[in-house]
């Protein structure tokens, strides 16, 4: 039997994000143990996290120390996240593609396959001296 003289589960609103949680009979009991009166203004999970972020965030691989959002990577189509909010005009590649994107805008011979032909007036005056620099 539970016997938490006094005290009853209490709906609080949480400050920072805004959802209300639960503020049980055994947490204020608890509370109280400690000396502390003031009912928590932040949800569990903000006080986790704040916890997490002042010290311990390191310990815990990174899962959500940010924000991660998921999408589909524009080249090779498999999931992954990315740290900010993917928009449809902007294609999304996973780590992978990211490197390769990374490495194949490199000025390097590459075979010159697929790719590079956007943006036609922009590049054309660079890619001629590049060509030139290099054939
Ligand atoms: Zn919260
Ligand atoms: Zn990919």
């Known amino acids: ?3 938490y003289e006094g005290y009853q589960d209490r709906i609080l609103t949480c400050r920072d994000c805004g959802q209300e949680f639960t503020f049980t009979a055994g947490e204020q009991e608890f ?8 009912a928590p203004s932040r949800c569990p999970e903000c ?5 997490n972020g002042s010290s311990q965030q390191r310990s815990y ?3 959500s120390e940010r924000e991660q959002h998921d999408a589909i990577c524009a ?5 992954t996240t990315v740290p900010f909010v993917p928009r449809e005009d902007r294609p999304v590649y996973c780590s992978d593609c990211f490197q390769e ?4 805008r ?3 011979s590459g075979g010159g396959g697929r790719g590079g032909r956007n943006g036609g007036r922009d590049r054309h005056d660079r890619d001629n001296s590049w060509d030139r620099d290099r054939w």
């Open 1 to 3: 039997m539970m016997s």
């Open 31 to 38: 509370f109280a143990t400690k000396g502390l009166t003031n």
């Open 47 to 51: 006080r986790k996290a704040r916890r």
């Open 61 to 63: 691989g990174g899962s």
């Open 75 to 79: 080249t090779c189509g498999k999931a």
């Open 101 to 104: 994107q990374r490495a194949s």
């Open 106 to 108: 490199a000025p390097r």
